[in-house]
T-cell receptor
């Protein structure tokens, strides 16, 4: 049971480059989420998706783009990376109505130089 | 964004001791979740609480959903070295599109 996986686990990129972080879950959960975790700010929601082709902004969406063409995948794209986007990114999923439990992936540590 | 207040912020305890931490909010929640995060890893769900007053256990962990729905408590009995990590609470209000509000975290360190 693979659960929820993220790739890559570590990424270094340059300012201005486009980078995509991948998230894949094997549970067929309806909801998927992207968070960033920074010292002093805790976990902040970037985008979430209630189902394939349905996405919505979270607390800090600027500079990020998401898509969800398949239930199991929820990629996060930084269109033009900035140093302020250096962070640890976590993907999470939730089964759907009737269950509030969110399960997190192992994270991607992104450094923008 | 809002963060829930967790206390204590950090604690050093000796192996075998019991640990208590709590999480408070100015808003009510319908669900409380407790997570543990190890360095370099994602948060792992420990316990989910769905009803005011509910007491739920998971091994040596026991969590309670406060009667006022504005707080929650986590207890760890007979701590062991692998309990080291950061513990987060998270609250969810039904109808908020699954948006969790997270606590500030309690860092637990266990000495032998």
């Amino acid at each position: 049971d693979a659960g929820i996986t993220q790739s890559p686990r570590y990424k270094i990129t340059e300012t201005g480059r486009q980078v995509t972080l991948m998230c894949h879950q094997t549970w067929s959960h309806s909801y998927m989420f992207w968070y960033r975790q920074d010292l002093g700010h805790g976990l902040r929601l970037i985008y979430y998706s209630a189902a394939a082709d349905i996405t919505d902004k979270g607390e800090v969406p600027d500079g990020y783009v998401v898509s969800r063409s398949k239930t199991e995948n929820f990629p996060l794209t930084l269109e033009s990376a900035t140093r302020s986007q250096t962070s640890v990114y976590f993907c999470a999923s939730r089964r759907g109505p009737g269950s509030d439990e969110q399960y997190f992936g192992p994270g991607t540590r992104l450094t923008v130089t | 964004g809002q963060q829930l207040n967790q206390s204590p912020q950090s604690m050093f305890i000796q192996e075998g001791e019991d640990v208590s931490m709590n999480c408070t909010s100015s808003s009510i929640f319908n669900t409380w979740l407790w997570y543990k995060q190890d360095p370099g890893e994602g948060p792992v769900l420990l316990i989910a609480l769905y009803k005011a007053g509910e007491l739920t256990s998971n091994g040596r962990l026991t969590a309670q959903f406060g009667i006022t729905r504005k707080d929650s408590f986590l207890n760890i009995s007979a701590s062991i070295p692998s309990d080291v990590g950061i513990y987060f609470c998270a609250g969810l209000l039904t109808g908020t599109a699954s948006k969790l509000t997270f606590g500030t975290g309690t860092r637990l360190q266990v000495t032998l």
